[in-house]
């Protein structure tokens, strides 16, 4: 028989992923999964690299936290109340929130709303294509985390279609129905984050590729 992964093993072993990609360094980061009626999160302000199953937070849909570690110094991640505006408003089954250079960098080179269109890989977020017009929003940054959760909500409720959120100088929150189209998602956006900040930094518009065709 093989043996199946814990949710809280796959919560730890993406973690030690999104470390290696720059999306959880310093402490930064974080993420979600569902498991039934209830929501496993890492705890906040820690090596998120070096977490275990066991260090992890079981809270309800309304942010009430329903199983704690044993280790009384944890705190559950500060990112709770906003991984809630995903799985409250959109039933997200998991939420990735990254730190990654590429997401912040592409909220210094855009307005109110990061958007793209015509490259590949725009096809791995759900619902869209080749020739669609990928749009995210952004909210600006505020000084404690937990204070994005208003705005956070509101850019779901104003972009129906969005499955992810930008936060200006700061990152991205992603998510997807399961953990699995929750991190191919956020491995695709941070691709055209990138995308776009090189394509920024080379002249390169999205008009000047279209001469091309
Ligand atoms: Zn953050």
Not at 191 to 200: D, P
Request: proline share 3%; hydrophobic share 40%; net charge negative.
């Amino acid at each position: 028989m093989t043996y199946q992964q814990t949710i809280q093993e796959i919560i730890c072993e993406l973690c030690r992923q999104f470390y290696m990609l720059g999306w959880a360094s310093g402490t930064g980061g974080g993420i979600c999964v569902r498991d039934g009626d209830k929501l496993w999160v890492a705890p906040s302000g820690v090596q998120k690299e070096r977490i275990q199953p066991e260090d992890l937070f079981a809270v309800d849909f309304d942010g009430n936290v329903i199983h704690r570690p044993d280790n009384e110094k944890l705190k559950p991640s500060e990112c709770t109340s906003l991984f809630l505006k995903a799985v409250n408003l959109r039933g997200a089954g998991a939420v990735i929130h990254s730190h990654s250079i590429h997401a912040m960098l592409a909220t210094l080179v855009c307005g109110k709303e990061f958007s793209i269109s015509e490259i590949e890989m725009i096809k791995g977020i759900q619902g869209m294509g080749f020739h669609d017009r990928l749009v995210v929003p952004v909210i600006e940054n505020t000084a404690q985390e937990c204070d994005l959760a208003e705005a956070l909500g509101q850019a779901i409720e104003a972009y129906p279609k969005t499955q992810a959120v930008l936060v200006r100088r700061h990152g991205v929150y992603v998510w997807g129905p399961d953990w699995v189209k929750a991190k191919t998602q956020a491995e695709c956006y941070d691709y055209l984050f990138r995308a776009a900040v090189e394509m920024h930094r080379l002249g390169i518009s999205e008009n000047t590729l279209a001469a091309h065709v």
